[in-house]
């Protein structure tokens, strides 16, 4: 069946340092979503990217689409401790939104 | 103020009864949605809804049931059919079924633990 696949499960940085997930289809999607889920929270939307190749920014975050529209990553710069949580993709794919299983990112101060 | 509501936060139940988890948004949205997320797993889809009236069975429906009699509301019932059925369960909602430009509203959850 049709799977986005999400690198690393877990990361932990040092506050300051650069984070970055990745999310990977094996199918082309129309469209990819981005969640963020805070600890014992709900998962709240960031952002959606449509195009191939589309890179579309957020303060220190950087989202970016692949051009064959079955890959994405997003990269937070000089991560803060307000950062803290799980990070989500979920691509569209036959009129079906098929999470990735998240990235948990830790921050140290 | 608009939104989507879940409750309870926390259900504790024991082991062979039902349990009916309630969902609830004002935002006038068509979709509803159900999903469980286990710890370190992603977003599952249990049931949709994209009508009043209608609804279909998502990637992990057995041992759930759901109903929609109304566009506001979309409870889920968790039967001793689901053999485990401790989780975190999630509702949402978009303007419309899943579409190019729709994004989903979640609620805050329900922790249910089966005893």
């Known amino acids: 069946g049709q799977q986005v696949m999400q690198i690393p499960q877990y990361q932990h940085v040092q506050e300051g340092e650069d984070f970055t997930t990745y999310c990977n289809s094996s199918?082309?999607?129309?469209?990819i979503q981005w969640y963020k889920q805070r600890p014992g929270g709900h998962p709240v939307f960031l952002i959606q990217?449509?195009?191939?190749?589309e890179v579309k920014k957020q303060k220190r975050l950087t989202f970016q689409f692949g051009e064959a529209k079955k890959n994405s990553s997003l990269h937070i710069t000089a991560t803060q401790t307000t950062d803290v949580g799980t990070y989500f993709c979920?691509?569209?794919?036959?009129?079906?939104?098929?999470f990735g299983q998240g990235t948990e990112l830790s921050v140290k101060p | 103020d608009g939104g989507i509501t879940q409750s309870p936060k926390y259900l504790f139940r024991k082991e062979g009864q039902n349990v009916t988890l309630s969902c609830e948004q004002n935002l006038n949205h068509d979709a509803m949605y159900w999903y469980r997320q286990d710890p370190g797993q992603g977003l599952r889809l249990i049931y949709y809804?994209?009508?009043?009236?209608?609804?279909q069975k998502g990637d992990i429906a057995e041992g759930y049931s759901v109903s929609r009699e109304k566009k506001e509301s979309f409870p889920l019932t968790v039967t001793s059919a689901q053999k485990n059925p401790t989780a975190f369960y999630l509702c949402?909602?978009?303007?419309?079924?899943?579409?190019?430009?729709?994004?989903?509203?979640f609620g805050p959850g329900t922790r249910l633990t089966v005893l």
């Open positions: 199918t082309t999607l129309s469209n």
């Open positions: 979920a691509g569209l794919a036959g009129g079906k939104l098929i």
């Open positions: 949402a909602s978009s303007q419309d079924l899943i579409g190019d430009t729709d994004t989903q509203y």
């Open positions: 990217l449509v195009k191939s190749g």
């Open positions: 809804s994209q009508i009043v009236n209608d609804f």
